[in-house]
Nanobody
Framework: QVQLVESGGGLVQAGGSLRLSCAAS????????MGWFRQAPGKEREFVAG????????LYADSVKGRFSISRDTAKNTMYLQMNSLIPEDTAVYYC????????????????WGQGTQVTVSS
């Protein structure tokens, strides 16, 4: 059974950085495309970043482009989201997810989800 567990969230001041981790069970990181989503209170869950089969194949939402970086370490079975220059609008619960298809930005395209980790950016 596939399990995804996020960690690394917390409270940070605007302009600061955080690195989120997504620890995976099984071989999902080497067989699935992976993504990060986030959901702020009262808003729909939205795509943040994705990484495909090719480690160089990454995709970012316009709102985080140039500030966030997605990567994965298949040897450690872990995916990361490096978040720099954080702003209050980045405050949300962040989820990692796995998809059988690369380049997917909709939640419906992801089969596996973690439980989420809270990121709060203070102004």
């Amino acid at each position: 059974q596939v399990q995804l567990v996020e960690s690394g969230g917390g409270l940070v001041q605007a302009g600061g950085s955080l690195r989120l981790s997504c620890a995976a069970s099984g071989r999902i990181l080497s067989t699935y495309a992976m993504g990060w989503f986030r959901q702020a209170p009262g808003k729909e869950r939205e795509f943040v970043a994705g990484i495909g089969w090719n480690p160089g194949s990454t995709l970012y939402a316009d709102s985080v482009k140039g500030r966030f970086s997605i990567s994965r370490d298949t040897a450690k079975n872990t995916m990361y989201l490096q978040m720099n220059s954080l702003i209050p609008e980045d405050t949300a619960v962040y989820y990692c997810a796995g998809s059988a298809y690369s380049g997917v930005v909709s939640t419906s395209g992801y089969n596996y989800w973690g439980q989420g980790t809270q990121v709060t950016v203070s102004s």
